[in-house]
């Protein structure tokens, strides 16, 4: 399978009309009726999918609804205030955490805005990705996002709309998540109180009962409705608040969900986490743990690591001129190379080396098999936290067992080699027991990726000084290995 294939697959898939949920385990059904009586709080709804957006500052900013394991849901206007972590399992935002213990915050580690939201409420449709994976428990849960071009919500009239927002157009933001009933309106009531009228890409509602509306800091929220798909009913969200009148006593504008359901498809796909070449692996038979994908180069003097079956990783110190007439070399093959691929900036002095990878484009394709496989890169990764060697034994046997290394912070591998670590590197002290400094060699670690245990390269060595081994950090040249192998 390509490069990328999980992804396309699943946006393949929506396209062809196919049944699909963005998130399976998103939350099921929820009668839409009151819980607290004579007000209108949502305290007696179970909202497990709700998030609230936080500047810097921590200060309140708006909305938003959980999607993903990974995304947050809100209105691309939203996203011009830069929120900065977000808050799960949040009603009252006076609660603090060490007081709260359902809450939990995550950082918010990139914003994707709808491209074509240039003007300032057209598609206004943003994700979150956030800096960790959320672990969901009864208080937090994903909201389900139907993505099937087959399904239309258009009959959809009852709504329940989400929010800490101004409860009137002169109060304070509300501490307490409120919660109002919305009916869908024709465009044109828009028009009278809003002076806009929503385009295909949005929807008119305004209060069923006739008494308020969404209001300022209800932005980014959900609107959701009982939706039964493939014989299950489940809390579906619809639209997000977008934007209406001052006077929060009237229609409002919404975007329509559905109408933005590739986009959403194609972004989450493409920025989770997934591999950079399924037919990945560092186990035989048995689970048995070895170097499948380890090559050398220049009289094995240099290691290199397939992480395509066409491209090799290596150091770019090894490689003085970009003279290709070299070979790669494997247990079980060994290729010519097409193409040396260095780092732009890359750079090597005696006081530094910097940018030290490389790739190497072969003239043909590695053939797989059981014994010879790329290493797994995982592409949107978290950072590494610990390490786990794959290592050679000093009597030359192949070592077949796994070899925990501690991470040595940076101030003291600076001091003990002498000169700087570069953000993008890492370093260990180098094993006495096993073989291990040879430029190129490689660092990984274990972790779960769509929910398989595996082997996933972290880095490979770029100088050994002084018993130390200073690795490239390849998780940081993602976007750039991406680039080159496409």
Request: hydrophobic fraction near 35%; aromatic fraction near 10%.
């Amino acid at each position: 399978m390509s490069v990328f294939s999980s992804a396309l697959f699943a946006i393949l898939l929506f396209h062809q009309g196919l049944a699909y949920l963005l998130e399976p385990n998103c939350k099921g059904h929820v009668e839409l009726v009151y819980k607290v009586q004579g007000g209108n709080n949502a305290l007696g709804y179970h909202t497990p999918f709700m998030v609230s957006l936080y500047d810097k500052t921590r200060k309140f900013i708006a909305g938003g609804s959980l999607i993903h394991k990974r995304f947050v849901l809100t209105a691309g206007h939203v996203l011009s205030e830069d929120p900065k972590f977000v808050r799960l399992g949040e009603k009252d935002r006076t609660c603090e955490n060490w007081n709260c213990s359902i809450v939990q915050e995550y950082l918010v580690e990139k914003a994707l805005r709808h491209p074509r939201n240039k003007l300032i409420f057209e598609n206004d449709i943003g994700l979150l990705r956030l800096n960790a994976h959320v672990e969901y428990n009864k208080d937090i849960q994903p909201i389900c996002i139907i993505v099937d071009d087959a399904v239309n919500f258009k009959n959809v009239e009852k709504l329940r709309a989400f929010g800490w927002g101004r409860t009137s157009s002169t109060e304070k933001l509300s501490d307490m998540l409120k919660t109002i009933l919305l009916k869908r309106e024709d465009p044109s009531v828009c028009e009278l109180s809003v002076g806009a009228s929503p385009t295909e890409q949005q929807f008119c509602a305004s209060d069923a009962d006739g008494h308020g509306d969404t209001c300022p800091g209800d932005s980014g929220g959900p609107l959701v409705a009982d939706f039964t798909y493939e014989g299950r009913k489940s809390y579906t969200q619809i639209g997000i608040v977008s934007y209406g009148s001052q006077s929060c006593n009237a229609s409002s504008i919404y975007t329509d969900v559905a109408s933005h359901q590739a986009w959403i498809a194609e972004m989450v796909h493409t920025h989770e986490e997934h591999l950079l070449f399924e037919n990945c692996s560092s186990h035989w038979t048995g689970n048995i743990a070895v170097r499948l994908w380890e090559t050398t180069i220049l009289k094995r003097t240099v290691a290199g690591t397939l992480i395509t079956d066409e491209f090799v990783v290596t150091v770019a110190s090894a490689l003085q001129t970009n003279f290709t007439d070299i070979k790669v070399k494997g247990r079980y093959f060994e290729i010519e190379v097409a193409q040396i691929i260095k780092h732009p900036e890359f750079s090597h002095s005696r006081g530094s080396i910097k940018n030290n990878i490389a790739l190497l484009k072969l003239k043909n394709k590695v053939e797989m098999s059981d014994l010879v496989k790329p290493v797994c890169l995982a592409v949107n990764s978290f950072p590494s936290q610990t390490f786990t060697a794959l290592l050679e034994a000093y009597n030359r046997t192949i070592s077949i067992g796994l070899k925990r290394i501690p991470f040595t912070p940076t101030k003291d591998c600076s001091r003990t080699i002498g000169m700087p670590v570069e953000s993008n590197q890492f370093c260990v002290e180098q094993p006495r027991d096993y073989k291990y400094e040879r430029p190129g060699s490689v660092m990984g670690t274990y972790k779960e990726v769509k929910d398989v245990m595996r082997y996933l390269l972290t880095g490979i060595i770029s100088h050994v000084i002084n018993g130390m081994l200073v690795f490239t950090n390849v998780e940081t040249y993602e976007d750039w290995i991406r680039k080159n192998i496409m």
